[in-house]
């Protein structure tokens, strides 16, 4: 937090350590003066104070607003989406005819009549799903881990038939192993 302070003088015009400015967020202290993570959108209140030997104490404030950032996927803004990110700056699908889909599938979904074209949602996610995951493991099989499917229940064996299922199944496994991947 000591970073917020530029400069800190007392009455006689002298230089004072910043390490002598006593810092609180919400009325608390705030220990070795580092901010906890913050990890919903609040805000916090901020004080810094100096107890100068000739005017008394000194005391600034500043708030801080955490706020989590939304941005559309397609690339195409829409005033209703169903596909955003937690980002300030957008994502870009790289697949034209996925891009053209989820462009659709907002249009449809900000209308007032969207529950009459549910299933043609539903099916239109699903299509993305198969073209992504084609996509990808067309491009990049070797990056994905190899089942072995005989330890597979019976149950599960009957689920992964099902190529997209085992697809999702794939990428799931592959972002759990990969830290980078999830941010």
């Given at each position: 937090?000591?970073?917020?302070?530029?400069?800190?003088?007392?009455?006689?015009?002298?230089?004072?350590?910043?390490?002598?400015?006593?810092?609180?967020?919400?009325?608390?202290?705030?220990?070795?003066?580092?901010?906890?993570?913050?990890?919903?959108?609040?805000?916090?209140?901020?004080?810094?104070?100096?107890?100068?030997e000739v005017t008394g104490l000194?005391?600034?404030?500043?708030?801080?607003?955490?706020?989590?950032?939304?941005?559309?996927?397609?690339?195409?803004?829409?005033?209703?989406?169903?596909?955003?990110?937690?980002?300030?700056?957008?994502?870009?699908?790289?697949?034209?005819?996925?891009?053209?889909?989820?462009?659709?599938?907002?249009?449809?979904?900000?209308?007032?009549?969207?529950?009459?074209?549910?299933?043609?949602?539903?099916?239109?996610?699903?299509?993305?799903?198969?073209?992504?995951?084609?996509?990808?493991?067309?491009?990049?099989?070797?990056?994905?881990?190899?089942?072995?499917?005989?330890?597979?229940?019976?149950?599960?064996?009957?689920?992964?038939?099902?190529?997209?299922?085992?697809?999702?199944?794939?990428?799931?496994?592959?972002?759990?192993?990969?830290?980078?991947?999830?941010?």
């Open positions: 937090m000591e970073e917020y302070i530029y400069q800190v003088k007392n009455s006689k015009g002298e230089n004072v350590e910043k390490s002598e400015v006593i810092i609180k967020v919400d009325g608390k202290d705030v220990p070795s003066n580092v901010l906890t993570s913050v990890e919903q959108p609040s805000e916090l209140i901020v004080n810094f104070k100096y107890e100068d000194v005391s600034s404030e500043l708030k801080l607003v955490f706020e989590r950032q939304i941005s559309n996927i397609s690339g195409k803004p829409q005033e209703k989406s169903l596909f955003t990110i937690q980002s300030g700056s957008g994502y870009k699908v790289n697949i034209e005819i996925v891009t053209d889909i989820i462009y659709a599938i907002d249009k449809v979904y900000s209308t007032r009549t969207k529950e009459d074209y549910l299933p043609l949602i539903a099916c239109s996610i699903r299509a993305i799903f198969e073209i992504s995951s084609d996509k990808l493991f067309k491009t990049h099989k070797n990056i994905f881990p190899k089942f072995n499917e005989q330890k597979f229940t019976s149950s599960a064996k009957r689920e992964v038939r099902d190529g997209l299922l085992k697809n999702v199944a794939h990428v799931i496994c592959l972002v759990k192993k990969n830290n980078k991947l999830k941010t």
